[in-house]
Structure formats: structure tokens, C-alpha cells
């Protein structure tokens, strides 16, 4: 889920439509087939990884306790958003401005576009915006309310409640019910779809939507059995969400044209959004669970190259969005078609944060502060074996 963010990310210059001020870079060719691809992406990938944050959180309190948990997320997620925001995001606004630049400016070289980087106001570009670090604080806002959580309520109390809540998500009619949670909250979102906040501070909406991901992710935790049990019908959820994407789009698409033509606030309007939210609602559950279950079924012994890629994960998302900003800006001025530099974006972008991860991270404190250990070159263990400690 975490290099899916490269691609979404990549693909995100190249939407047919812009994807309005979160992403204000829009390439002059565009294609209609990478923005269903982005859509398609953007229904289950950061639900995954919320539905994972909370399940390993569980892991990490049941493990270390309340202070070992709240020292290990101070580490692993607060400190890397607060030097993301001084660092990364600063990169950011930076190739977002010699991008436009370049678009602007065909004929225009990068070191003109630096020049005009330093003479205009950064913040016209994201503003006071954390960028693709949102994530981060919105899980240092579930882990906060978890601590409150199993520091004011009692053990009873809180067992009692999580069998019930795990009875009823867990349960056969358990994907029904958790569709129609999530629908609740989306219908209060822009045409009905899933949304994400720039912003240091959460949304109401946001939290009550990716806080039921973590919810069931922490409950799987105690009772696995019964998790991985609703994991297991991964093709039969892989079908279903062909036809259901077909009617979704249809329903999107309506909906955005409805609010683009002013009536999105009248009756019919109002019928198609909750229409999407009730249907990206199903596909939302449908494909995370079904990515989980096919995960879960292929992985099942430890591969090195698999361990190796997971440590890497987390820096290279950290970095990447500054090459995805300014890197589409100077394939502008040449030839290649809209796939060709989709891929040379993407390719550039996975190599060098890959490789910054090798030679940068992995056996420095960054590794240790990442991915709770540093791992040498002399000390890397060898082909078919994995080195132990760590914690995600």
C-alpha cells in the first residue's frame, strides 16, 4: 500500500480532470484511462493501511504497554511527521513550482525554474498544508484516543464490547454492516467519495470514516482466527467489485456533474451522492478485504526481498513526492506520450528512493528511527534468512 502511493501519486499529474487544489500541477496530456486507474487505487489503498495501522497498534500496546506504545508511535510517526513538515514538504512546494514553471515556460531549463522558485510566495503552493504526511497525524489522533481508551475504561468493559463489535463485523452480515457505517460519513463528503485532508488538524468526517478501518483492524487483533476468516473469500470479492465498479462510475460521474452544473444540492442531486457513497462504501470494504485475503494466502513463509521492500516502504514514501512534483515538469518539453512519461516517472522515482533507502537509511539511526533497528552491510543477513527485532 505504501508504494502504491508512487503510482498514485505519479498518476495524479496525468487525470483527465484535475484533481482540483490538493494537486495543482496538471500535465498538458492527460489521459482518461490512468485517472480510472487512480480512482480504482484510491478506493481501497489507504483504507488497507488504516485497517493494518490499527491491528498492529493492538499488537504493540498488548507487547510494550502503554508507555512502550506511546514511545515507539512518539518515534516512528510523530517524529518523522514534524521533520517530514521542516524537510519534505518544503522539497514539495519546491518541485511543484518548477513544475509549473516548466509547463509554463516550454522552452524554459530547470535552472531558470529555481530561479523563479526563489521569487515567488511558497505559500501559494499547499499553504500551511502537510501534504501526503496527513496520514501521519491522523494516526497520532487514533493512537491518542486509543491511550484514552484503555486508560479510562475499564478491562471488563472494554473486552465485553470488543467480543460484541467483533461478532457483529466479523459475521457473515459483517461486510454489510460495515458498508453501511461508512456510508453514513461519506455522504457528507464532496460527491459522496472517500476524501483525504491536507490539513494538520482532522475533519469530523474524516476520522469517523478512517477510524472504522482502525477500529476493525485493532479488534482482529484478539481474535485472529475470526479475521482471517472474513479474509478468505478473496475471489469471490475480486468479482463482485468488476460490476460494482462499473455501476460506481456511472454513479460518480453523475454526481459530479450534478454538482458541476449547480443542482448538486437538489433532490436528484442528493440521490446520486449517496448513491456513490453507498456503493464506494461496498467496493471500499470488498477490496481491502479481498487485497488483505490474497496477501494473507501468498505470503505465507518470510522472503528476504519481500522484508527487505516492506523496511524500505516507509522511507521511501516519506520522499517520494517531491520527485513525482517536479519530475513530471521536465518530461513537458519532449515527445514522449502520456504513458511513456507515467512510466518514466514512475520508474525514476522508485530507483532513487529504493536506492537512497540502501545507501542512506537502512544502516544509519534514519533505519533505527523507521524501522526500529539498523541493519550494516557486514550484518545483513544473508539470502533465505531474516535479520530479527524490529516493529512496524
Same mark, same amino acid.
Given at each position: 500500500?505504501?508504494?502504491?502511493?508512487?503510482?498514485?501519486?505519479?498518476?495524479?499529474?496525468?487525470?483527465?480532470?484535475?484533481?482540483?487544489?490538493?494537486?495543482?500541477?496538471?500535465?498538458?496530456?492527460?489521459?482518461?484511462?490512468?485517472?480510472?486507474?487512480?480512482?480504482?487505487?484510491?478506493?481501497?489503498?489507504?483504507?488497507?493501511?488504516?485497517?493494518?495501522?490499527?491491528?498492529?497498534?493492538? &499488537?504493540? +500496546?498488548? *507487547?510494550? =504497554?502503554?508507555?512502550?506504545?506511546? #514511545?515507539?508511535?512518539?518515534?516512528? $510517526?510523530? /517524529?518523522? %511527521?514534524?521533520?517530514?513538515?521542516?524537510?519534505?514538504?518544503?522539497?514539495?512546494?519546491?518541485?511543484?513550482?518548477?513544475?509549473?514553471?516548466?509547463?509554463?515556460?516550454?522552452?524554459?531549463?530547470?535552472?531558470?525554474?529555481?530561479?523563479?522558485?526563489?521569487?515567488?510566495?511558497?505559500?501559494?503552493?499547499?499553504?500551511?498544508?502537510?501534504?501526503?504526511?496527513?496520514?501521519?497525524?491522523?494516526?497520532?489522533?487514533?493512537?491518542?484516543?486509543?491511550?484514552?481508551?484503555?486508560?479510562?475504561?475499564?478491562?471488563?468493559?472494554?473486552?465485553?464490547?470488543?467480543?460484541?463489535?467483533?461478532?457483529?463485523?466479523?459475521?457473515?452480515?459483517?461486510?454489510?454492516?460495515?458498508?453501511?457505517?461508512?456510508?453514513?460519513? &461519506?455522504? +457528507?463528503? *464532496?460527491? =459522496?467519495?472517500?476524501?483525504?485532508? #491536507?490539513?494538520?488538524?482532522?475533519? $469530523?468526517? /474524516?476520522? %469517523?470514516?478512517?477510524?472504522?478501518?482502525?477500529?476493525?483492524?485493532?479488534?482482529?487483533?484478539?481474535?485472529?482466527?475470526?479475521?482471517?476468516?472474513?479474509?478468505?473469500?478473496?475471489?469471490?470479492?475480486?468479482?463482485?467489485?468488476?460490476?460494482?465498479?462499473?455501476?460506481?462510475?456511472?454513479?460518480?460521474?453523475?454526481?459530479?456533474?450534478?454538482?458541476?452544473?449547480?443542482?448538486?444540492?437538489?433532490?436528484?442531486?442528493?440521490?446520486?451522492?449517496?448513491?456513490?457513497?453507498?456503493?464506494?462504501?461496498?467496493?471500499?470494504?470488498?477490496?481491502?478485504?479481498?487485497?488483505?485475503?490474497?496477501?494473507?494466502?501468498?505470503?505465507?513463509?518470510?522472503?528476504?526481498?519481500?522484508?527487505?521492500?516492506?523496511?524500505?516502504?516507509?522511507?521511501?514514501?516519506?520522499?517520494?513526492?517531491?520527485?513525482?512534483?517536479?519530475?513530471?515538469?521536465?518530461?513537458?518539453?519532449?515527445?514522449?506520450?502520456?504513458?511513456?512519461?507515467?512510466?518514466?516517472?514512475?520508474?525514476?522515482?522508485?530507483?532513487?528512493?529504493?536506492?537512497?533507502?540502501?545507501?542512506?537509511?537502512?544502516?544509519?539511526?534514519?533505519?533505527?528511527?523507521?524501522?526500529?533497528?539498523?541493519?550494516?552491510?557486514?550484518?545483513?543477513?544473508?539470502?533465505?534468512?531474516?535479520?530479527?527485532?524490529?516493529?512496524?
Amino acid at each position: 500500500m505504501m508504494f502504491l502511493g508512487l503510482v498514485f501519486h505519479t498518476l495524479a499529474s496525468y487525470t483527465k480532470h484535475p484533481l482540483g487544489s490538493a494537486w495543482p500541477y496538471q500535465d498538458p496530456k492527460r489521459s482518461m484511462a490512468l485517472e480510472v486507474i487512480l480512482m480504482w487505487i484510491h478506493l481501497f489503498r489507504m483504507p488497507t493501511f488504516f485497517i493494518m495501522a490499527g491491528f498492529f497498534s493492538a &499488537l504493540l +500496546l498488548r *507487547k510494550n =504497554g502503554r508507555r512502550g506504545f506511546l #514511545l515507539n508511535r512518539t518515534l516512528r $510517526i510523530l /517524529l518523522p %511527521l514534524v521533520l517530514g513538515y521542516l524537510f519534505i514538504v518544503p522539497l514539495c512546494r519546491l518541485g511543484l513550482i518548477v513544475s509549473v514553471h516548466l509547463r509554463d515556460h516550454r522552452a524554459a531549463r530547470l535552472p531558470d525554474a529555481l530561479v523563479a522558485a526563489g521569487k515567488l510566495p511558497w505559500s501559494d503552493y499547499f499553504g500551511d498544508q502537510v501534504a501526503h504526511l496527513w496520514f501521519l497525524s491522523y494516526l497520532l489522533w487514533f493512537y491518542a484516543l486509543a491511550t484514552l481508551w484503555i486508560s479510562l475504561v475499564s478491562l471488563n468493559v472494554r473486552e465485553r464490547l470488543g467480543a460484541q463489535l467483533r461478532s457483529l463485523f466479523y459475521s457473515r452480515f459483517g461486510p454489510l454492516l460495515l458498508t453501511v457505517l461508512l456510508s453514513a460519513p &461519506l455522504c +457528507l463528503m *464532496k460527491d =459522496g467519495v472517500l476524501a483525504t485532508s #491536507l490539513q494538520l488538524l482532522p475533519k $469530523i468526517e /474524516l476520522l %469517523l470514516a478512517y477510524g472504522l478501518f482502525f477500529v476493525f483492524g485493532w479488534l482482529g487483533y484478539a481474535a485472529p482466527d475470526a479475521l482471517f476468516a472474513i479474509l478468505k473469500p478473496t475471489t469471490r470479492r475480486f468479482l463482485v467489485s468488476v460490476p460494482l465498479c462499473v455501476v460506481y462510475a456511472m454513479t460518480l460521474s453523475a454526481a459530479v456533474k450534478a454538482r458541476q452544473e449547480g443542482w448538486g444540492e437538489s433532490a436528484q442531486g442528493l440521490i446520486y451522492r449517496v448513491a456513490t457513497a453507498c456503493l464506494g462504501a461496498a467496493l471500499t470494504w470488498s477490496l481491502s478485504l479481498a487485497w488483505m485475503g490474497l496477501f494473507v494466502r501468498l505470503v505465507q513463509r518470510a522472503r528476504p526481498w519481500v522484508r527487505y521492500l516492506t523496511d524500505a516502504s516507509y522511507w521511501v514514501y516519506l520522499v517520494h513526492l517531491p520527485l513525482v512534483i517536479a519530475l513530471p515538469g521536465m518530461f513537458v518539453a519532449t515527445s514522449l506520450g502520456v504513458w511513456s512519461r507515467v512510466a518514466a516517472v514512475l520508474s525514476i522515482t522508485t530507483i532513487a528512493t529504493v536506492l537512497s533507502y540502501a545507501l542512506l537509511v537502512r544502516g544509519t539511526f534514519l533505519g533505527l528511527l523507521l524501522n526500529g533497528r539498523r541493519v550494516s552491510p557486514s550484518r545483513a543477513a544473508p539470502l533465505g534468512e531474516l535479520p530479527n527485532g524490529g516493529q512496524g
